[in-house]
């Protein structure tokens, strides 16, 4: 039955020669496979990376035209009736989304029908492409329903006064002493959801444009704190870059914000960081912590080594 045929004056394959043809096949996909993953993985990194490099060249240009950058703010209670805006919000005019931006009722909540709709339209510049989803979750902060979510957040510098990593502060600059890094924060964008608006300036940035962090990558999934509303697009680096990664995190805690409020990457080894000076960088998970928050304040004086 297995016999060798022959037609034309070509042999056939046997069985057991079919049989080591498959065994080297699998072979070869099984080297080939993990290259062929990496080399996409590097290819979303890059594709992350300008998205990031968008962001910050909108910033600049948000700055070029009002003379600061973008303001992140809310007004009113932490839930739907809140009537505040985000740098995110801000920044479409300058990515390009004019008339999304137009179609924004300044001014009104997440009741009125027409804010709704647009807070649930996908920003792919927002989205990191190794992130999963169709860009729309629910369960996210303080706000039911469905909304349109996005991979990076405004650094709001390294104090911080809750959790396990709490209290940080910064010995100089703005809001030295302080570890309120939610609306008291020593980085570029706070979130201001307390009445007071921290706005900042290139002026204000004297750690050097070169040495701060503007933006970095963030995970909806692995925090609620992260969609367009002014309470979900700005991290600390109070928290350790990945913290959710490390074993001993590996469960999704909803509530817990207070250790996921951070910068967070689906790249492995690390993540991709703008800086004001509109260059991005690829940091590890293990970069020193000393460095990462003077990374994050705009005038805490650190002296900044290589990273």
């Not at 046997?14 to 993985?41: C, R």
């Not at 609306?183 to 201001?192: A, Q, T």
């Not at 970095?216 to 609620?224: C, I, K, L």
Request: charged share 15%; with cysteine.
């Amino acid at each position: 039955m297995f016999e060798p045929f022959c037609r034309e004056g070509r042999r056939g394959f046997t069985l057991i020669e079919l049989l080591v043809a498959i065994a080297i096949i699998s072979i070869l996909i099984a080297l080939i496979l993990p290259a062929v993953q990496q080399a996409g993985g590097a290819a979303r990194r890059m594709q992350c990376s300008s998205h990031l490099k968008q962001l910050i060249l909108a910033m600049q240009n948000y700055h070029e035209a009002h003379g600061l950058f973008p303001l992140n703010y809310g007004r009113g209670p932490f839930d739907e009736f809140n009537t505040g805006t985000s740098w995110m919000q801000q920044l479409l005019p300058f990515v390009d989304l004019q008339a999304l931006y137009n179609r924004i009722r300044f001014g009104g909540s997440l009741l009125d029908l027409q804010n709704r709709e647009v807070a649930r339209v996908v920003i792919p510049v927002y989205r990191c492409p190794s992130d999963t989803g169709i860009g729309l979750m629910e369960f996210r902060s303080n706000v039911p329903g469905l909304w349109a979510v996005n991979n990076y957040k405004a650094c709001a510098g390294s104090n911080w006064a809750w959790g396990r990593f709490s209290p940080v502060t910064s010995s100089s600059g703005r809001n030295a002493s302080n570890p309120d890094g939610l609306d008291h924060c020593n980085g570029l964008i706070c979130r201001n959801g307390s009445g007071r608006v921290i706005s900042t300036r290139l002026r204000d940035v004297r750690d050097g444009t070169s040495n701060t962090f503007a933006v970095g990558e963030a995970v909806p999934e692995w925090s609620q704190h992260t969609w367009w509303w002014f309470n979900a697009t700005t991290a600390t680096c109070a928290i350790p870059l990945n913290f959710k990664k490390q074993p001993d995190r590996q469960v999704a805690l909803e509530g817990d914000w207070w250790h996921n409020y951070s910068f967070l990457s689906r790249h492995p080894g690390g993540g991709n960081f703008g800086l004001v000076d509109g260059s991005v960088r690829f940091l590890s998970d293990s970069i020193d912590q000393t460095i990462y928050r003077g990374l994050g304040t705009i005038q805490g004086d650190e002296v900044i080594g290589e990273f």
